[in-house]
């Protein structure tokens, strides 16, 4: 159930609400099924980019560093109403820029415009 809810929560974290250049906490709504009702919870995520050095060659030996928008992360649950199955989902306590995990992240370099409308 806590992978459905985290999978929920990467769908709605809403990438194309704009580009922010600084990782910070987002409230979102996210929606759970337990007993057969649908119920939105809200809870925060981490979201935004993290500087990146772009080297002007490519140096496939030894590249740079790479960082991704992380946090502290912990799980709380709610019970939703006339169910007794309880619900437990992920909330963002606070976030930073950490180095990218090659085991869970892919970390390759973007090469690609990732603001269409320019740089906020």
């Known amino acids: 159930m806590q992978l459905v809810v985290m999978a929920a929560l ?7 609400q704009g580009c922010r250049f600084i990782c910070h906490l987002k409230n979102v ?14 809870t925060t995520i981490c979201e935004g980019l993290c500087y990146q050095e772009d080297p002007i060659y490519d140096n496939h030996v030894d590249p740079p560093e790479q960082h991704t928008c992380n946090g502290d992360w912990s799980y709380e649950v709610k019970h939703i109403d006339g169910c007794p199955v309880a619900v437990t989902y992920p909330v963002a306590r606070s976030c930073h820029c950490t ?6 992240t892919e970390c390759e370099r973007l090469r690609a415009d990732i603001c269409s409308s320019g740089i906020y």
């Not at 709504?29 to 809200?42: D, G, L, T």
């Open 99 to 104: 180095t990218c995990n090659t085991e869970n």
């Open 29 to 42: 709504s996210i929606p759970v099924e337990s007993c057969n009702a649908v119920k939105f919870i809200h």
């Open 10 to 16: 990467l769908v709605l974290a809403e990438v194309g």
